[in-house]
């Protein structure tokens, strides 16, 4: 798999190209700045196509230092489909949850230790002692992994897209709906005189 094929849009940036190779059938490109991007275009460049019958399974990580990355699959790209948006601000957005999950965690775990070898810490009887969270400050990714595995399309087509990834079609249909006819009633009720004057 060539890593040239693929390509990589994020809001309000360049495209970037730069995939690198990880396997024989898979690559992948870090997204720096990532906390504030709420959508990616994952598309082909065209340099080469996918062999008859595969296609590129796309994937999704919001990297955390302390754990082993967690893919989360986004959909995918395919000779027939070349291109595809992908929502990951929930995405982002769970993960940040669970990491001040383990943040929280990791700082009543340390206070409990504290307590238990000093027990003066926190009570009037003694100098105050600073408990020190040292290592248990919240862990800020501010990078993203967006992963790109070469598969048969047989074995693409039954999996499931987290349902946090994908851009429902039918809501920002009813949005558009909404926002026109709001805008077309403006539009009308500015050419009416007011009679009262």
């Known amino acids: 798999m060539a890593v040239n094929m693929f390509g990589l849009i994020v809001s309000g940036r360049l495209v ?14 870090t997204i720096q700045n990532a906390d504030d991007i709420n959508h990616v275009v994952v598309f082909m460049t065209g340099t ?3 062999p008859e019958g ?5 994937y999704f990580s919001f990297p955390d230092p302390s754990s082993p990355p967690t893919w989360i699959y986004l959909g995918f790209i395919s ?6 948006i992908f929502k990951i601000t929930k995405l982002k957005q769970l993960n940040d949850l669970n990491g001040l999950f383990v943040f929280a ?24 002692v600073a408990t020190g969270f040292g ?14 595995s070469t598969e048969p399309l047989a074995v693409i087509s039954q999996m499931t897209a987290d349902p946090n990834a994908n851009v429902s079609q039918q809501n920002n249909f009813e949005e558009f ?21």
């Open 105 to 128: 965690l990791e700082a009543m775990r340390e206070i409990i230790s504290a307590l238990l070898i000093d027990p003066t810490i926190g009570s009037t009887a003694g100098p105050p």
């Open 135 to 148: 290592f248990a400050q919240p862990i800020v990714s501010h990078v993203a992994q967006i992963g790109i």
């Open 54 to 58: 595969m296609a590129g399974s796309v």
């Open 177 to 197: 709906a909404i926002k026109a006819a709001e805008n077309l009633f403006n539009y009308c009720t500015s050419f009416s005189n007011n009679l009262q004057q």
């Open 79 to 84: 000779n027939d489909k070349p291109s595809a």
């Open 48 to 50: 080469q196509p996918f």
């Open 16 to 29: 970037v190209t730069d995939f690198v190779s990880v396997d024989v059938n898979k690559c992948l490109i």
